[in-house]
């Protein structure tokens, strides 16, 4: 599994309070209640998505922290005509249906895509990730439909999340044709495009949630709900300074603000700023103790290898989610602690938990497909990971099933890997197409499996936006891959320095070592990247027992 960066964390889908006591810190006495102004308290956590993974700055687009008045180019009634009659369009074609159709016809054309111009790519991905969902008018109301808006105002974030997102986006429209002056309802909607953004892998949405949010801060300079928005907005994009930005201006008018407060860790952890990002989430636990606020305490300290104290707080609140999205969120989070761990049953058992709250929930299939293949069952990793890739073919999974390909190794298998690759840099182009930076992805993907040069150019300019071991390890592996590991070496020191317990940055270390002449110490992060987690790639795994064996043999 690539590794997990607060971006590709499963995406958390209603940010409401949960009815529980924080498991870090006691309750303040006397907390002002937040205020809930036009479309209500705010949601879910600005991952971008996953991705783990899910996962720098610098996105363009108006994705900087920039005046409150944005303006707008495009016309506002972009982000309310997203509906379409019933009947009409892909209406009468299954949205999963309709997306293994355009991922196999991608597919078949992936071997060429490396000579096409870039906006091919995007337009043929877009097609892959968004078939059959524009006709946001068309789906099925399950709670969160038009039903739902009153004449007083718009639906909730937590509404949202809780009903079916594209009806829920469809009424907010509605709305918003009938009271276009509702700032909190333009901020609402910005974020559901946010959320929509991430659950469906399409970061053409992007544009669409910048333009509402835009319209919100129009209307009401400065309200906290929308400049909360435009912070989750640009996490999405990879700005983390113009997340952090945001974030810090919305608790100015609001300290109570779930959504800023969770951003705000985000975007310092992204940063680099550990330090920083603990005394963040202390505060955000503090003030809004919850499952989203938990979940990043909990990262947190992963991430300086307190790997106890993490699962501690993840299984607390575990036992004080009630909704199945919140069980879905955190069982799935627990599953890739233990996973990184190489805990293969234990995070089968957190991921079979989180399907049984919600059965199409992505990064769960995801992990499930990962544990599958690190305890040896490719057969259904494969068919799970093919499953994720046709309903939304994200870089994190196309990687992972692109090898799990090569790794199996039977006839048309190469091939078949080689088209999961091209589909990432068909992603990429579309993610910046919508505004985003995606240089970290194309440093990972690319120096395995892509352009080794475009790696290091990537890997390079994301360092220059941010210095966390995230970014340390793509770098040192993309200088490796390119024949310069002597400047690689500090590189991935510095990736391993927080004590973070990551398989993928101790088998690059290794390795590096191993290519210095540093023999001792390529044993030791070797062997110690095979003990955590000796599923950890299926390409890597077996690359990094190789070396281990001949450093063996020539001691």
């Keep these: 599994m690539p590794p997990r960066t607060t971006d590709s964390t499963p995406g958390h889908p209603d940010d409401h309070r949960s009815p529980s006591t924080s498991p870090v810190h006691p309750e303040p006495e006397g907390r002002p209640d937040v205020p809930a102004t036009g479309a209500g308290a705010d949601s879910g956590p600005a991952d971008a998505g996953t991705a783990g993974t899910s996962a720098g700055s610098g996105s363009g687009s108006?994705?900087?922290?920039?005046?409150?008045?944005?303006?707008?180019?495009?016309?506002?009634?972009?982000?309310?005509?997203g509906?379409?009659?019933?009947?009409?369009?892909?209406?009468?074609?299954?949205?999963?249906?309709?997306?293994?159709?355009?991922v196999r016809r991608a597919a078949a054309g992936g071997r060429r895509w490396r000579a096409l111009h870039v906006a091919g790519c995007a337009m043929l991905l877009a097609v892959a990730v968004t078939g059959g969902a524009i006709a946001v008018?068309?789906?099925?109301?399950?709670?969160?439909?038009?039903?739902?808006v009153s004449a007083a105002g718009a639906l909730s974030p937590g509404e949202l999340a809780r009903g079916d997102l594209d009806a829920g986006i469809a009424s907010l429209q509605q709305h918003l044709r009938a009271q276009p002056r509702d700032f909190g309802s333009w901020a609402t909607l910005g974020l559901a495009h946010v959320e929509q953004a991430r659950?469906?892998?399409?970061?053409?949405?992007?544009?669409?949630?910048?333009?509402?949010?835009?319209?919100?801060?129009?209307?009401?300079?400065?309200?906290?709900?929308?400049l909360a928005g435009r912070a989750a907005l640009a996490a999405a994009r990879h700005d983390f300074p113009g997340a952090l930005s945001y974030a810090d201006r919305a608790l100015k008018r609001n300290p109570y603000s779930e959504r800023a407060l969770c951003t705000r860790v985000d975007a310092l952890v992204e940063l680099g700023r550990y330090d920083d990002a603990a005394k963040a989430a202390d505060t955000a636990d503090d003030r809004r103790p919850g499952v989203p606020v938990f979940t990043r305490y909990a990262y947190v300290h992963e991430l300086r290898g307190d790997v106890r104290t993490a699962r501690a707080v993840l299984e607390r609140a575990l036992a004080s989610a009630n909704a199945?999205?919140?069980?879905?969120?955190?069982?799935?989070?627990?599953?890739?602690?233990?996973?990184?761990q190489g805990q293969y049953k234990t995070a089968l058992g957190h991921y079979a938990r989180a399907l049984a709250a919600d059965d199409a929930y992505l990064p769960a299939l995801e992990g499930r497909a990962r544990a599958q293949a690190a305890s040896g069952d490719r057969a259904a990793a494969v068919k799970g990971l093919e499953q994720v890739v046709a309903r939304f073919p994200l870089p994190g999974p196309l990687v992972a099933l692109g090898e799990l390909y090569e790794d199996r190794g039977a006839d048309g298998d190469r091939a078949k890997a080689g088209d999961q690759y091209?589909?990432?840099?068909?992603?990429?182009?579309?993610?910046?197409?919508?505004?985003?930076?995606?240089?970290?992805e194309t440093a990972m993907a690319a120096a395995d499996h892509g352009d080794k040069k475009e790696a290091l150019r990537a890997a390079r300019a994301e360092w220059d936006r941010r210095h966390s071991v995230h970014t340390a390890d793509a770098l040192a592996w993309a200088l490796h891959v390119n024949g310069r590991d002597e400047e690689a070496l500090p590189y991935a020191r510095r990736a391993t320095a927080t004590g973070y317990r990551n398989a993928v940055f101790l088998y690059h270390r290794g390795v590096i070592e191993r290519a210095t002449g540093a023999g001792r110490e390529a044993r030791t992060h070797l062997k110690a990247a095979l003990d955590l987690n000796p599923g950890f790639s299926p390409l890597g795994a077996r690359e990094a027992r190789t070396a281990l064996e001949d450093l063996e043999g020539n001691r």
Excluded: H
């Excluded at 509906?83 to 355009?102: I, L, W």
């Design 422 to 440: 091209a589909l990432v840099d068909a992603w990429t182009a579309l993610a910046r197409a919508g505004g985003a930076n995606t240089d970290l």
């Design 137 to 148: 008018g068309g789906a099925q109301d399950r709670g969160a439909g038009v039903d739902a």
């Design 83 to 102: 509906a379409r009659p019933e009947g009409s369009g892909s209406g009468s074609v299954p949205d999963a249906g309709r997306r293994v159709v355009a």
């Design 62 to 81: 108006g994705s900087g922290s920039g005046g409150d008045n944005d303006s707008d180019s495009d016309s506002d009634s972009d982000s309310t005509s």
């Design 199 to 226: 659950t469906k892998g399409d970061p053409s949405r992007y544009p669409q949630a910048e333009r509402a949010l835009n319209r919100s801060l129009r209307l009401e300079p400065g309200n906290d709900q929308a």
């Design 324 to 340: 199945p999205g919140d069980v879905a969120y955190v069982a799935t989070a627990l599953g890739q602690l233990a996973w990184n």
